[in-house]
């Protein structure tokens, strides 16, 4: 099966001049949904993994599949105010500006070994500022792990360092 398929192009979401790939065709496709998340976790194979932390919103959906799989905790990184708990949360910038995200303060405890999910790796400014926060509260990133890589926005240079994954690269 080829995940690639189910990967739907959206010209001009969310504004003019971007190339939006939507996952809502794998999503619905239970098939698909297994497959991406069959090669999603040959990605961490013979990695210890204490916590998946999912970003905000489409990391969530196989985050917290893959933490299942690997009976792990799940954390949630979300928008700022989205969360019930108290938080820490990390800036980082953006084209015009700057945005935040955050995670419950007791979600990561020191020494855990995190992979960090998303459904794409872009700009890398996002990921970024999520495995700074994994470190701000002394977890460690194992791997910053994607549905799909866009590598001609060079999302991997703000993530040297890391171990970079993805099922996909466009």
Do not use: W
């Amino acid at each position: 099966m080829e995940i690639e398929n189910f990967i739907r192009d959206i010209q001009g979401f969310p504004k003019p001049g971007i190339l939006f790939k939507d996952i809502a065709p794998l999503l619905n496709s239970p098939e698909a949904t297994r497959e991406c998340l069959r090669q999603l976790l040959q990605l961490v194979k013979n990695k210890h993994i204490d916590k998946v932390v999912g970003v905000e919103s489409r990391g969530f959906f196989f985050g917290t599949l893959i933490a299942q799989k690997l009976n792990v905790g799940f954390v949630p990184v979300r928008k700022p105010g989205k969360l019930p708990f108290t938080t820490v949360s990390q800036l980082y910038d953006l084209e015009y500006g700057t945005d935040k995200v955050e995670m419950h303060i007791d979600a990561i405890q020191k020494g855990d070994r995190v992979l960090m999910h998303d459904d794409v790796l872009a700009t890398g400014g996002t990921a970024e500022a999520v495995c700074k926060l994994i470190e701000s509260q002394g977890g460690i990133v194992v791997q910053c792990n994607f549905i799909m890589t866009l590598d001609f926005l060079n999302g991997k240079d703000k993530l040297k360092g890391y171990d970079i994954a993805s099922v996909l690269n466009y």
